[in-house]
C-alpha cells in the first residue's frame, strides 16, 4: 500500500514536471516568435523608411545593382542575407526591395541567392540614365586606339576591374605597333584597381607605358569609409603573383596596392589630370594637368566617380584644400570647413569631429535630404552635442590660408579657419568620352552584358 502510494506520488511528480517543461516550452517559443516578429516589424520600418527616401532621392548605385520582379519574389529574404554590404535590400510587405541604392556596388550575390530568380542585375534607370563606352571585345572604343577597363565600362567590383584589365594588356602585346621616337606605346589613365593592374601587367609585358592619376594610387578604395570590410577575390598579376584578397580591411588592401608598386617597380604620375585627348599625326594626344603626352595606345580606367567638383572660388588653389579626407586623424586640433551636402560630406565631418578637429560643415542647402538615415541621426545628435557648427544655406565666397569668407542667408561672414575639405560630389566622366569620340550607350534599367575577350 505505503510503495504504490509513493509510485503514484512519483508519477503525479513526474508529470508535473512534464507539464512544467511543456508550459516553459510554450512560453519560450512564444516569446522567441513575438520577438523575432517584433524584430522583423522593427526591420520593414526601417527597411520602409529607407525605401521611401530613396525613392525621394530617386537615387541609383553606379554600376550593376539588382532589379526585382515582384511578381515573382517570394519575399525570402535570402537576397537580405547575403548582400555583403548588408543594408542594400530589404523586405517590405513581403518583396525585397531595394532600400539603400548608394550602398549597392554590384557584388550580384543577390542575384544568385534567389531561389526564383526573381533578381536580374541591371544598369541605369528609367528617370536616370547610366551611359556606358560601346565596348569591342578587347574592350576597344568607338575612338580608335583608345581602350575602357573596370567600373567605366559597367563591371564594378575589384576583382572584375584587375581581371580586364590584365586581358586588355595582354592582348594589346600580342599585337605591338610600329614604335615612333617620342611617342609611348601605351598611356594608363587610373591608378585604382583597374589601372593598377594594366600598370603591372604592361611592366611585365615590357610594354613601354605611363601611369597617370588625378589623386594617388588606389582610385575609389581611397575613398572608402575608414577600416571598411572589402569583399573580393584573389587576382592573379602577371610578374607580381597571387594577389590573395578575400576579406579585408580597406587600410590593409591600400598597403597591398602599395607592395605592388614597390615590388614591381612602378612609376605612378600622381596629381595628373587628363583633361583631353585627341588624334595628332597618327598619334593619341594625352592632354594633362602637367603637360601632354604622346602615346599610340591610351587604357582609360577612369572608374564611375568622377573627379571632383570644384566651387570656381578664390583662393580653391591653395594648399589648404583638398577633396578627399585620408587621414582624419592630421587633423586633430585644428579648423576645418567640410562643404557638401551629401554622405560622403557628412561622414568627412563626424570623422573629423571624432579625430578632435574643430568643424564647421557647409551646405546649400536648408535640411540634409539626401543623406542616410543612419548618418542623419548622428549628424543631429553632434549638433545638438555642439560637437560641430552647421552652416545651412551656404556658400563658400573665398578661402584664404588661415579664414574662410562664407555667404549665410545672403550675408558674408568671415571665420578663422585651417583646412577646406570640399565634398561636393564629382563631375562625370561622360563628356569627356564624347569630347575623345567615344560612343556610349544609354543603360535605364536593362541587363547589362560586359564585354568579353574570350
Ligand atoms: C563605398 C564603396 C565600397 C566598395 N566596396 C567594395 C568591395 O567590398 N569589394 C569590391 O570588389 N568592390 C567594392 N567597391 C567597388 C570598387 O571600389 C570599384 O568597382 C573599383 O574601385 C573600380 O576600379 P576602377 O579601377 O575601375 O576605378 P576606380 O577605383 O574608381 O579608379 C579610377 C581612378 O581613375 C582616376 N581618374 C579618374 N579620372 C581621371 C582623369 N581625368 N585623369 C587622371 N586620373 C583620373 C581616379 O582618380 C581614380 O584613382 C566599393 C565601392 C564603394 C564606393
Known sequence: MFALSVEGMLAHIAMDYVLLAALVGIVVVAVFTVRGAIRSQNLEKAAREDYEQALAQGSIPASLYPSVDLNTCLGTG???????????????????????????????????????????????????????????????????????????????????????AVQCVQQLAKKPLQKISGVHELVIVGAGPAGLAASVTAKNENVDFVTLDQESVGGTVLHYPRQKIVMTRPVELPGYGWVRLDTIEKESLLNIWLDIVDRVGLSIQTETKVEKIHRERGVLLIETSKGALRAQRVILALGRRGSPRRLGVPGEELGNVTYRLIEPDAYTGKRCLVVGGGDSAVETALSLVEAGALVRLVHRGKVFDRIKMANRRKLEEAEEAEMLHICREAEVKRIERDAVTLSIGGKPHRFRNNYVIIQAGGVLPKSFLESIGIEVQRYQGEVFAPANPS
Open 78 to 164: 535570402n537576397c537580405v542575407e547575403v548582400c555583403p554590404e548588408k543594408d542594400v535590400l530589404g523586405i517590405i510587405g513581403g518583396k525585397a526591395r531595394i532600400v539603400n541604392p548608394t550602398s549597392c556596388i554590384g557584388h550580384g550575390e543577390c542575384h544568385r541567392a534567389c531561389p526564383v530568380q526573381a533578381i536580374s542585375l541591371v544598369i541605369g534607370s528609367e528617370k536616370r540614365g547610366v551611359d556606358i563606352p560601346l565596348l569591342k571585345p578587347n574592350f576597344e572604343t568607338s575612338a580608335p586606339g583608345v581602350f575602357v577597363v573596370g567600373e567605366l565600362g559597367g563591371m564594378g567590383l575589384i576583382y572584375n576591374a584587375m581581371n580586364q
